[in-house]
């Protein structure tokens, strides 16, 4: 399988986490592993993968996803923020998670993504996925 992690570099602890999950998949077996920090893949093409860790609070998960809104890749939240309504995973959980995954032991949900555009008169001040 190919991977992408995404990571929030506000979050001072993120890329450690993605580095560490990332070599636990490597002592599974996994070799085709990306780190990207959020910043990155919001200026670059976005990158093939089978499956996309986003490790941050909600709005690394949103961000994130919506670059794979015409895709079939799912995106795996991992909570690193202090809510996390949209995670999939604690950090603690995510070692013990890995195996299932790479066995296809998993549901996808399938989210629904809200667009809306600001204007103040005729001028557009925002957008959002």
Same mark, same amino acid.
């Given at each position: 399988?190919?991977? $992408?992690?995404?990571?929030?570099?506000?979050? $001072?602890?993120? =890329?450690?986490?993605?580095?560490?999950?990332?070599?636990? #998949? =490597?002592?599974?077996?996994?070799?085709?592993?990306?780190?990207?920090? +959020?910043?990155? +893949?919001?200026?670059?093409? *976005?990158?093939?993968?089978?499956?996309?860790?986003?490790?941050?609070?909600?709005? *690394?998960?949103?961000?994130?996803?919506?670059?794979?809104? %015409?895709?079939? *890749?799912?995106?795996?939240?991992?909570?690193?923020?202090?809510?996390?309504?949209?995670?999939?995973?604690?950090?603690? @959980?995510?070692?013990?998670? #890995?195996?299932? $995954? $790479?066995?296809? %032991?998993?549901? #996808?949900? @399938?989210? *629904?993504? #809200?667009?809306?555009?600001?204007?103040?008169?005729?001028?557009?001040? +925002?957008?959002?996925?």
């Amino acid at each position: 399988m190919k991977f $992408l992690f995404v990571y929030h570099s506000a979050i $001072l602890r993120a =890329r450690g986490i993605a580095e560490d999950v990332a070599e636990q #998949l =490597r002592r599974l077996g996994q070799q085709d592993i990306a780190i990207w920090e +959020l910043d990155r +893949l919001e200026r670059e093409e *976005t990158p093939e993968a089978d499956m996309v860790f986003a490790f941050g609070g909600d709005g *690394t998960i949103i961000h994130t996803s919506a670059h794979f809104l %015409d895709s079939p *890749t799912p995106v795996l939240g991992v909570n690193l923020g202090t809510v996390g309504f949209l995670s999939n995973l604690e950090v603690d @959980e995510v070692e013990g998670a #890995l195996p299932a $995954l $790479l066995e296809g %032991d998993y549901e #996808l949900d @399938e989210r *629904t993504f #809200l667009e809306a555009e600001v204007y103040e008169g005729e001028r557009h001040v +925002l957008s959002s996925c």
